[in-house]
């Protein structure tokens, strides 16, 4: 248990170092910039999986069949991203332009999830623990300070892209001993591994489209507002839904520990009373958030109005919530090898979002982007709960019954 806990702690500084960054920005930057701020994170998640041909899938599949094989990949990545991150830099220095920084902030973001998922899979849990920890720290040590040297504008939305690349060479000794092995070994171990071993490069690329369409459900949003209506108006969806956001520290201990618990005891998973407990928890969690950003959170020292804000948060808080249920399901569909059904699942709430983003943004601005992540998410949670038995399929009652009322207080209000 103490070991499930860890990786759930990790997970949640992990994910959370960006769902804690944006409402922190809030307080820091215009809410243009925070817009702007958006765009460079996701493009960046979009280019991840391209830049490191989505080894990081490859690692937690054949770490343990394979780990010679395994490590000549890492080792590859590593090399290949230490230099795209060099040259990147060193060309936006000469040239200024925001896609090659989006380029440099992929490689180190890359370079982190390929060195910390090994760390994840080959260290102890503490090690992983550590890890995301100094990646946290780094981060918020690196904006404390620019936010108070007057020399750093920290409203220039370059510095704080810096700050998080900075964050992500936490894991550079790693990077470095893996380059290092490969430099002096490079054309033994491209042909020993890697050209031997091309079906395991066409497993990681498969799964790339599954990714893309999880990133497309929860970030092609901001390119669709920002399209029809201006950074400005963006800055406000994107703190608003990043308050919201917060709930995604929950969803990521989930999304960690649900496939693994699963695995281990599939019949105490799918136990009514674990359910229960699981429902229970997590409903009294988000209340507690719901709650907090009602009533407690400081809005007043913020950039933003908060009844705005709280529009479109109540919306997409409540479609995260239906998306803890999702990775309940989920987990019994990854049980049973029904993987197929779970990327089509992914693909099709991918073209949902998208679809109703485009039609909703331009009549009911961004209030209509948040109304969109509710409907997707929610119908996301469904299809996959009707594709498991149907004694565990029947227990999706309870959070759609939740759902229905919370959802009739949020019309009210």
Not at 176 to 200: G, H, Q, W
Not at 332 to 357: E, H, P, Q, W
Not at 383 to 406: D, E, K, M, T, W
Request: aromatic share 18%; charged share 10%; net charge positive.
């Amino acid at each position: 248990m103490s070991k499930y806990i860890t990786f759930a702690i990790a997970a949640g500084l992990n994910r959370g170092t960006i769902f804690l960054l944006l409402p922190i920005l809030g307080f820091l930057v215009a809410s243009s910039n925070l817009g702007k701020i958006s765009i460079f994170i996701i493009s960046s998640q979009i280019l991840i999986p391209f830049l490191t041909f989505n080894i990081s899938s490859l690692i937690s599949r054949e770490i343990y069949e394979k780990y010679k094989t395994t490590v000549a990949f890492v080792s590859a990545a590593n090399f290949s991203l230490t230099a795209i991150l060099l040259i990147s830099v060193l060309i936006f220095i000469l040239t200024q332009e925001d896609s090659i920084l989006i380029v440099s902030l992929a490689a180190a973001e890359g370079m982190f999830l390929v060195n910390s998922t090994y760390i994840r899979f080959t260290k102890v849990p503490n090690a992983y623990l550590i890890c995301t920890l100094c990646k946290f720290v780094i981060l918020f040590i690196a904006l404390g300070f620019s936010s108070f040297v007057e020399a750093i504008d920290i409203n220039n939305v370059h510095i704080i892209i810096f700050c998080m690349i900075a964050s992500n060479l936490c894991v550079a000794t790693y990077s470095i001993r893996f380059s290092a092995v490969l430099k002096n070994r490079i054309f033994f171990v491209f042909k020993k591994y890697l050209l031997c071993n091309k079906p395991l490069i066409f497993f990681a690329l498969a799964l790339i489209p599954h990714i893309l369409a999880q990133l497309a459900a929860s970030g092609v949003d901001r390119y669709i507002i920002r399209y029809y209506l201006n950074n400005e108006i963006l800055g406000v969806y994107v703190f608003a839904y990043s308050l919201a956001a917060l709930f995604m520290l929950v969803n990521s201990s989930l999304a960690l520990g649900f496939s693994q618990s699963c695995v281990k005891n599939f019949e105490a998973f799918t136990q009514k009373s674990f359910f229960l407990k699981f429902f229970f928890v997590v409903t009294f969690l988000w209340l507690g958030l719901v709650i907090f950003l009602h009533f407690i959170f400081p809005f007043e020292f913020t950039k933003y109005q908060k009844p705005e804000v709280l529009s479109n948060v109540r919306w997409v808080l409540l479609g995260l919530y239906n998306l803890s249920f999702y990775y309940y399901f989920s987990s019994v569909l990854f049980y049973t090898r029904d993987v197929k059904y779970l990327s089509i699942a992914t693909i099709l709430v991918a073209i949902m979002n998208v679809g109703l983003a485009a039609l909703l943004v331009p009549y009911a601005g961004i209030i209509g982007a948040s109304i969109a992540t509710f409907i997707a998410y929610s119908f996301y949670f469904i299809l996959v709960a009707v594709r498991c038995q149907i004694h565990i399929r029947n227990y999706a009652i309870y959070p759609i019954g939740f759902s229905f009322a919370a959802l009739g207080v949020i019309c009210l209000l």
